[in-house]
């Protein structure tokens, strides 16, 4: 069984500010790991994912996380925030061999002008 | 365009009915799923199928029903026997092998009272 643990439930930043939103995972197999975004009143967008290969994946709107297998953790980062980051972000786990994702609880980012 | 569309956007209902709530892909995705979001819970998994014909109960799968006749379509019924059917729904499409890489419709948000 796998589970998924985001650490903070809400995050508030000020806009240009950097952010890190925490995400540790448990897991008795290899994973991929996921991040998505809820906008307000919307479904998921995938952001970005990690599969294989280099730990360190980006999205086009200048998120990265980084693979850490030793700390099991896949950590969300922005070095500059805008107002339109406001949303909900969804860390994701499931291994290679399951048809099923299984996500943590959430963190709302809130951007402050 | 190909996507994932849920219908409505909005329904409320009494207590006690039955509601069947809509969605359709046109991605030719083999995989679709339904997951129920409450606040500060994520997302859980109701139920789940990856071909026609076909389907399995998610993690919270009691007091709804669904049926995969046809591969675009993917209906969710929330029965009497849900004792809590207020929340937001949200429907999800993948292809079979990629079934990780799941894409999102917008939701349903379902009143029940």
């Known amino acids: 069984a796998q589970s998924v643990t985001q650490l903070d439930s809400q995050v508030p930043v000020f806009e240009e500010a950097p952010v890190e939103l925490r995400c540790n995972y448990s897991?008795?197999?290899?994973?991929?790991l996921f991040w998505y975004v809820q906008y307000p009143n919307q479904g998921l967008q995938l952001l970005l994912k990690?599969?294989?290969?280099?730990?360190l994946v980006e999205s086009i709107n200048g998120f990265e996380a980084e693979f850490n297998k030793s700390q099991t953790s896949f950590h969300l980062r922005k070095p500059s925030v805008h107002i339109s980051d406001t949303a909900e972000y969804f860390c994701?786990?499931?291994?290679?061999?399951?048809?099923?994702?299984?996500f943590g609880k959430g963190t709302k980012l809130s951007v402050i002008p | 365009d190909g996507g994932i569309t849920q219908s409505p956007k909005y329904l409320f209902r009494k207590e006690g009915q039955n509601v069947t709530l809509s969605c359709e892909q046109n991605?030719?995705?083999?995989?679709m799923y339904w997951y129920r979001q409450d606040p500060g819970q994520g997302l859980r998994l109701i139920y789940y199928?990856?071909?026609?014909?076909?389907?399995q109960k998610g993690d919270i799968a009691e007091g709804y029903s669904v049926s995969r006749e046809k591969k675009e379509s993917f209906p969710l019924t929330v029965t009497s026997a849900q004792k809590n059917p207020t929340a937001f729904y949200l429907c999800?499409?993948?292809?079979?092998?990629?079934?990780?890489?799941?894409?999102f419709g917008p939701g349903t948000r379902l009143t029940v009272t």
């Open positions: 994701a786990v499931s291994d290679p061999q399951s048809y099923q994702l299984t």
């Open positions: 999800a499409s993948a292809f079979r092998e990629n079934s990780y890489e799941q894409y």
């Open positions: 990690y599969l294989s290969g280099s730990t």
């Open positions: 199928s990856q071909i026609v014909n076909d389907f």
């Open positions: 897991s008795s197999v290899s994973v991929y």
């Open positions: 991605l030719n995705h083999d995989a």
